[in-house]
């Protein structure tokens, strides 16, 4: 595929950049150099590859659940700079 300066034009209008003409010329010989290198990856026989979603194995890193005492609402409030009966007293988000 050829990279026109049209390309380049619409590429920097997206990234929101200036380029100049050198930069420009740099661009098109860089993208060029991409689309030939992924063209080579193309060529590639991936027949016998396993399709994958990660590169190394995920494996789910939670805990259980376990069951503790979920009483201890006077132990969280101790510490509250001011409360009203068993609740914290937080500032107002809106009137």
Known sequence: MQI???TIE?????AKLKLS???KEQAKKDMSDMLDY??????LDT???EPMSHTFPVANVMREDEVTC??????MLQNAPERTE???VVPATFD
């Open 10 to 14: 619409y590429v920097s209008i997206l």
């Open 21 to 23: 003409d050198e930069e």
């Open 38 to 43: 992924v063209g080579r990856l193309n060529e």
């Open 70 to 75: 979920a009483d201890r609402q006077d132990e």
């Open 4 to 6: 026109t300066d049209e």
């Open 47 to 49: 027949s016998a590859v």
């Open 86 to 88: 068993d609740a914290f």
